[in-house]
């Protein structure tokens, strides 16, 4: 039965075919993972591939060979008898579509020799097309270029970055039928993402960059080490223990290493490499697609075409700067499947890590480290994490938008807002010309919701007590009334910034003082860090202790 494209996908064969009408020949498919850029080419193929006519569906591994070949027989089941493979010992290169690997007719030129006897190629197909400017494809590109000046190109990929900057303006001009992760989540055909980042206190400050990332064998001897790798399965046991999913490391030996662990704790794991013979390899992912394997442990065999739906946990035990590596090793686990709810991520973060900003580039969105992580964790706790599912949340459920604009604003204003780790935020304004101390503090926006209290004390009252004043769905409203209230009720020694008594070391008192309110680490702190946690409890004590009726009027709430 043929199969029915969904809409972007048709969309998407439309403008490729529109491209190579008006004169490019080489246009590029950027697709995320999972969203079906098999089933967009060989929809296309299927179209323009007329009596006559050839094609060649090009790629660098084996999986990737016999994907398009069985879903082809699939799908088009009358062109199933047109498709040949030239690879290994498979040569068929008198059929209408050859399906081949780059490597396999660069090194034989009378496999090539072989295809072009029996017809010039009309239109290419380049699979994970960001390899198509190493010289191994422009060597081939040259040749089936002689053969046919007017072959048509298509390179198709999820991941148009690559690790050593070159650009594929060099091989393509256009870049056509672009359907991103954002949109495919949001679509429904992609999972949403949940990602944990768990502390695993190693630094990489010491580790070289090679080729614009990680010198992998530094990499391994200061990450992949057996603390790391037992830190790995007890998370798995903790935060993923009935799904089934794929390990990446930085080394092949690494990969074998962390599969006997997972097999210690009584998680079936298999590691495999480029090396493993290829039946082996297919046994793998067969006893993977039936559940016999739980976890599948590689460094790069799975990071490209891999087509396990299954999955719905990535250890990501690869610290990597390359987003388009990160992409590639993300995406493994974003295809739906019956009954998979979302795409876990468990990110094992060194301390100078990058890759919340990489998912942010994954997702279409700048991220602040400091609005999703928090510091000072031990190792193996969950030190940050955020959910897509259209819309950023972080790990508590509170919309990233507002914490990145509440961190935005910390970073601006003159005034001196204390951010907890609870995510409330306080601002002690001193006592006025009326002698009343008042404090503004704001609500965690768990639910997407922000409450701003007044909390106060005239001289005569020994308790603070607390008001409502206002609500919000979004952080501007709520920065806008405290500033200009700040601004008129603020005592500028006391609540602005830049004060020269908030570095002095905090006084004796203080630290008595804070200790009885449970902040321990007092002493190490400066005066003003004590004062802002001092009022910061107070004011959420006199919160949930001392809430006035709204319809309570005091002087103390005028301004």
């Given amino acids: 039965m043929e199969i029915k494209l969904r809409p972007y996908q048709i969309e998407a064969i439309q403008e490729i075919e529109d491209c190579w009408k008006g004169g490019d020949q080489s246009v590029l498919m950027v697709m995320a993972t999972g969203l079906g850029k098999t089933a967009v080419f060989l929809g296309l193929l299927n179209r323009v591939l007329t009596d006559g006519k050839r094609a060649m569906i090009l790629a660098h591994r084996k999986e990737l060979i016999d994907q398009p070949k069985d879903k082809l027989a699939h799908y088009y089941p009358g062109m199933a008898d047109k498709v040949g493979i030239v690879m290994a010992d498979q040569n068929e290169p008198d059929k209408q579509i050859i399906v081949a690997t780059v490597q396999t007719l660069n090194t034989s030129k009378r496999r090539l020799d072989n295809i072009l006897s029996s017809g010039k190629i009309d239109y290419l197909i380049t699979d994970e097309a960001h390899h198509a400017v190493a010289a191994s494809y422009i060597k081939l590109y040259d040749r089936l270029m002689e053969a046919n000046p007017e072959m048509l190109h298509l390179g198709v990929t999820a991941t148009p970055l690559r690790g050593d900057g070159a650009g594929l303006a060099e091989v393509y001009s256009k870049v056509s039928g672009k359907y991103g992760i954002v949109e495919g ?21 010491g580790v070289q960059i090679s080729q614009g990332d990680f010198a ?21 046991l903790d935060y993923a223990k009935e799904r089934q999913g794929i390990a990446f490391t930085v080394l092949v030996t ?25 039946d082996q390899r297919q046994k793998v992912l067969d006893d993977f697609r039936s559940g016999a394997v739980q976890i599948l442990c590689n460094v790069g065999l799975y990071t490209e075409g891999l ?8 250890h990501q035990v690869r610290p990597t700067r390359s987003d388009g590596l990160y992409t590639q090793m993300v995406g493994r686990a974003l295809r739906t499947f019956p009954g998979k709810e979302d795409a876990l991520i468990l990110d094992y973060v060194p ?37 897509f599912d259209g819309q950023f949340h972080w790990m508590a459920g509170s919309p990233v938008e507002i914490i990145s604009r509440q961190l935005d604003y910390l970073d601006t204003t003159l005034w001196s ?29 768990t639910d997407g919701v922000l409450k701003m209290y007044l909390v106060a004390r005239r001289p005569e009252d020994r308790y603070w007590k607390a008001w409502f004043i206002r609500e919000a769905t979004t952080f501007d409203e709520l920065r806008d009334y405290a500033e200009t209230y700040s601004a008129y009720r603020g005592n500028p020694t006391l609540a602005a910034k830049a004060k020269k008594w908030r570095k002095e070391p905090p006084t004796d008192k203080q630290i008595d003082f804070a200790i009885k309110l449970k902040i321990y680490d007092a002493a190490s702190l ?18 949930f202790n001392n809430l006035q009726p709204i319809n309570k009027k005091e002087e103390v709430t005028n301004g």
Avoid at 362 to 380: F, I, Q
Avoid at 423 to 441: K, P, Y
Wanted: charged letters at 25%; glycine letters at 8%; proline letters at 4%.
């Fill in 216 to 236: 992998q064998g530094q990499l391994s001897e200061v990450f992949s080490t057996d603390d790391n790798f037992d830190l790995v399965v007890r998370s798995h």
């Fill in 351 to 387: 301390e100078d890590d990058r890759n919340i900003t990489m998912l942010g580039d994954v997702l279409g969105k700048p991220l602040r480290r400091d609005a999703v992580m928090v510091k000072d964790k031990p190792v193996g706790e969950v030190i940050g994490g955020l959910t």
């Fill in 254 to 278: 690494d990969a074998y290493r962390l599969a006997e662990k997972f097999n210690s704790a009584g998680i079936k794991a298999v590691a495999a490499d480029g090396t493993t013979p290829k």
């Fill in 417 to 445: 807002w204390h951010r907890d780790v609870d995510q409330w935020m306080s601002l002690g304004l001193g006592a006025g010309s009326d002698e009343v101390e008042r404090t503004l503090i704001i609500s965690s926006p």
């Fill in 526 to 543: 400066s005066r003003g860090q004590v004062a802002q946690r001092i009022t910061h409890k107070l004011a959420r004590r006199a919160v």
């Fill in 185 to 205: 989540i949001q679509s429904g055909y992609l999972c949403p993402v949940r990602w944990l980042a768990i502390e695993t206190g190693v630094s990489l400050s």
């Fill in 307 to 314: 087509d396990v739906p299954e999955a719905s946990v990535i």
